[in-house]
């Protein structure tokens, strides 16, 4: 999975520079941004897995954007770089969980470690979870169905069909092999029973997570992660 990263910086030459860095020595999509304003509507369009901010910026500030961010959205990793570094700035950035409070000029060598560390929080925590989007996943260990980052209620067959359906991420299910997973011979072998269970979870996962395959089978439609 190739991650996501949006630096917001008004200083443009510290932008490209530090932008030029991060394609060079990672494998990130880099958006960029010189404001706070323009920095969310990029976290909107992009939905990046990291963001690198300032705080001090023209149109609206690096706190204003993780504010507005952290109303809906914790799992976004993001990491700070301010010459600011009075403590009630810093206390207040803490409150929005940050990653870490970068003060500037930064080292590239401690920006280095601070992304390393992130992309190691990021990995563990995908480790135990299944990603249809970026806010709607599995938990495999609780068998807890998230859209949108909330919990959605799903049936006893509804869990068996997704642990089914991920285990055989890269494969085509067909009706059968569904139906022997699910009712193992419990019930009389009906296709219409099959699209009804489909149906049902389409419901509740994003669109298109669920691809119609010829000849009657399904599989998950992984470019969506």
Not at 100 to 108: A, C, F, H, S, T
């Amino acid at each position: 999975m190739k991650y996501k990263i949006l630096y917001v910086e008004d200083d443009e030459e510290t932008r490209k520079n530090f932008s030029a860095y991060l394609k060079i020595n990672y494998d990130f999509a880099v958006f960029e941004a010189n404001d706070g304003k323009l920095g969310f509507e990029s976290y909107i369009k992009n939905k990046p897995d990291i963001i690198i901010t300032d705080l001090s910026m023209g149109n609206s500030s690096g706190i204003d954007l993780i504010e507005k961010i952290r109303k809906t959205d914790s799992e976004t990793q993001i990491i700070i770089l301010s010459g600011y570094s009075e403590t009630e700035t810093l206390l207040k950035a803490i409150t929005l969980n940050i990653v870490e409070y970068l003060i500037k000029p930064v080292r590239r060598s401690a920006l280095k470690k601070c992304l390393d560390n992130t992309l190691t929080l990021l990995n563990v925590n995908k480790t135990n979870f299944f990603y249809f989007t970026k806010n709607s996943y599995f938990d495999l260990t609780s068998e807890l169905l998230f859209l949108n980052n909330n919990n959605v209620k799903i049936t006893k067959m509804e869990t068996v069909l997704l642990n089914l359906f991920i285990e055989n991420s890269s494969k085509t299910l067909e009706s059968i092999d569904i139906y022997n997973a699910i009712w193992d011979f419990e019930k009389d072998y009906k296709v219409e029973s099959i699209r009804t269970l489909i149906k049902k979870i389409r419901r509740k996962l994003p669109e298109n997570t669920i691809n119609n395959i010829y000849g009657g089978g399904y599989r998950l439609n992984l470019d969506r992660v």
